[in-house]
Each structure stands twice: as C-alpha cells, then as structure tokens.
Nanobody
Framework: VQLQASGGGLVQPGGSLRLSCRAS????????MGWYRQAAGKQRELVAT???????NYADSMKGRFTISRDNARSTVYLRMSSLQPEDTAVYYC????????????WGQGTQVTVSS
C-alpha cells in the first residue's frame, strides 16, 4: 500500500486546516489508519487513529480540536484541525496499521503544517 498525504500549509493561529491521506488500495481493507506529527527536534507523536469500523482515538492534547474521519469510497482519511496554535507546527504523517500492530507498518511522505502570524 502507498499513502499520499496532502493539505498542509501556512495558517494563522486560531485557524483551521484539513489534511488528506489517500491510499493506493481500498482503506476498508486496512485495519486502521492514523495521523502522527513530528516537530523539529522532537520525536514523532500520535495525533489520532481510526479503525476500519470507525473507532477513533486521539492524543489528549488534540481532543476537541482535531477530528479524524475516513471516506472509503475515496480511499482517503482526513484530519480536520481547528484552533491551531504555533505548537501544532510540525510535519504531519499518515500511516496504515497492519492487523494488531501497535504502530503503522506503512507511512506516507508527510505534509508540513506551519502555524504562524
């Protein structure tokens, strides 16, 4: 499977963005999909995950601001981000989980999100 992330860019504090992650295969066949982010000089961290039966999970700091969703017909997973702050600046990666894997087994290329005035 190949993953193509897009939608990043420059946004002002308080603004919103929607990231997309398109898979080369039907995402209904993928156990779970997730978004991670990596800020400069920091480790990659989990943002949110969504399973094939639409169960979602969020990192505590993203709850209420970020929403993960999926469109099986488009083989695409989305991350809607709102109330963005400078500390949300990072490269955002999407990943696909194999069955029962705790981390993604396949990664997309990443998309840069910069929150700045």
């Amino acid at each position: 499977v190949q993953l193509q992330a897009s939608g990043g860019g420059l946004v002002q504090p308080g603004g919103s963005l929607r990231l997309s992650c398109r898979a080369s295969v039907s995402i209904s066949t993928i156990y779970a999909m997730g978004w991670y982010r990596q800020a400069a000089g920091k480790q990659r961290e989990l943002v949110a995950t969504i399973t094939s039966d639409d169960s979602t999970n969020y990192a505590d700091s993203m709850k209420g601001r970020f929403t993960i969703s999926r469109d099986n017909a488009r083989s695409t997973v989305y991350l809607r981000m709102s109330s963005l702050q400078p500390e949300d600046t990072a490269v955002y990666y999407c990943g696909a989980y194999g069955y029962a894997s705790k981390t993604p087994t396949t990664w997309g290329q990443g998309t840069q999100v910069t929150v700045s005035s």
